[in-house]
C-alpha cells in the first residue's frame, strides 16, 4: 500500500479509536498493597459494563514522565509462503538496539509471528527487558472494515486470541502479559464483548510513530518526537519487510526522549 495511504489511514484508525473508547483507561482495578492478588500477576483494567474487554490507550500525568514503546510483530496467518521465499517479517536488529540501548519495551507479537520465529519468541519472552503481548494469532480484522484484512468471523475470534498464547507457550515464551492489541487497532462493541472472557485488556496507543511501509527514518522520528507526552503509548513495528526504517529511527528517537527526561517502561507499569 502506499506509504501516504497507509499512514493516512493509522491516522483514521486513532480517530475512530478515540470515539469508540470503551472501559476507563486511567482507572485501574483496585487492587490494593497486600490484597489477596499474587504480587505475581500482571495489572489489567476491570472490565467494562456487562463484561466488555476494556481499553487502554495511555496512562495520566500522574506516572510522571514516562513512555511506553510497543511493537507490533506482524505476519499473517497466510503469509508463510512469502516467509518460506525469504520476505523477513521479524526484526532482529531492533530487537538488539533495544537491548544495547537497554530500552524496556512490550512486544504484541501474532501467533502466526511466534510459530515462525520461535527462537526469537522464546529470546524477548524470557529477557526481563521485555514482555510478550497479544496480537491475535492471524492478525485478521475484528470488524468489518479494517484496512482489508480477512475478516474473522465474531465467533472464531476468542479462540483466535486463545491460540496466539498456545503458541506462545509452544515457541517457549514463559509468561505473555494478558494484554492484546486488535490488528489494525480496529475493534467495536462487539469485539470487545466477544474478548471478555480472555480476561485480556486491549491496548490502543496515543502516538501514531507512522513507521508502517516509512522510507524516511526522520519522518518517523518527527512524529514520535512530536507526539509523546508523559504516559504516551507510542505504536511501532518489529516486522522489517513493513517497517524497513524503525531500527534506524529508533537511534535518534530513544537518546532525544532520555535527553527531554523520558523513561521508558512496560506497557505493564503504565496500566
Ligand atoms: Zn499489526
Redesign the pocket.
Known amino acids: 500500500m502506499n506509504t501516504f495511504v497507509r499512514r493516512a489511514a493509522l491516522g483514521c484508525v486513532l480517530g475512530a479509536a478515540v470515539l469508540m473508547a470503551c472501559g476507563t483507561p486511567e482507572a485501574p482495578r483496585a487492587t490494593a498493597p497486600g490484597s489477596a492478588a499474587p504480587p505475581s500477576r500482571p495489572p489489567t483494567l476491570a472490565p467494562g459494563p456487562g463484561g466488555l474487554t476494556p481499553v487502554f490507550r495511555r496512562a495520566g500525568r500522574a506516572h510522571g514522565k514516562v513512555v511506553a514503546l510497543t511493537f507490533?510483530a506482524?505476519m499473517t496467518a497466510g503469509q508463510g509462503a512469502r516467509a518460506a521465499a525469504g520476505e523477513r517479517f521479524d526484526n532482529p536488529r531492533l530487537i538488539r538496539t533495544l537491548r544495547r540501548l537497554e530500552v524496556p519495551a512490550t512486544v504484541?507479537m501474532?501467533g502466526r509471528w511466534a510459530e515462525e520465529y520461535p527462537r526469537q519468541a522464546r529470546a524477548i519472552g524470557r529477557d526481563p527487558l521485555f514482555e510478550v503481548a497479544n496480537?491475535s494469532y492471524s492478525?485478521h480484522a475484528f470488524t468489518e472494515d479494517c484496512y482489508g484484512l480477512p475478516r474473522l468471523p465474531v465467533a472464531r475470534m476468542r479462540a483466535d486470541v486463545e491460540r496466539a498464547f498456545a503458541a506462545f507457550r509452544r515457541a517457549g515464551v514463559a509468561r505473555p502479559m494478558p494484554y492484546f492489541?486488535f490488528?489494525?487497532g480496529c475493534y467495536d462493541r462487539r469485539a470487545l464483548r466477544a474478548l471478555g472472557a480472555t480476561g485480556v485488556t486491549a491496548v490502543q496507543w496515543d502516538v501514531v510513530s507512522g513507521d508502517a511501509f516509512a522510507t524516511d527514518a526522520r519522518a518517523v522520528v518527527a512524529e514520535v518526537l512530536g507526539g509523546v507526552r508523559p504516559g504516551s503509548v507510542v505504536v511501532m513495528?518489529c516486522?522489517r519487510s513493513a517497517a524497513p526504517v524503525t531500527e534506524r529511527a529508533l537511534r535518534t528517537i530513544v537518546p532525544e526522549l532520555r535527553e527531554r527526561g523520558y523513561r521508558f517502561v512496560k506497557v505493564s507499569e503504565l496500566i
Open positions: 507490533d506482524d504484541f501474532t496480537h492478525h492489541r490488528p489494525g513495528h516486522t
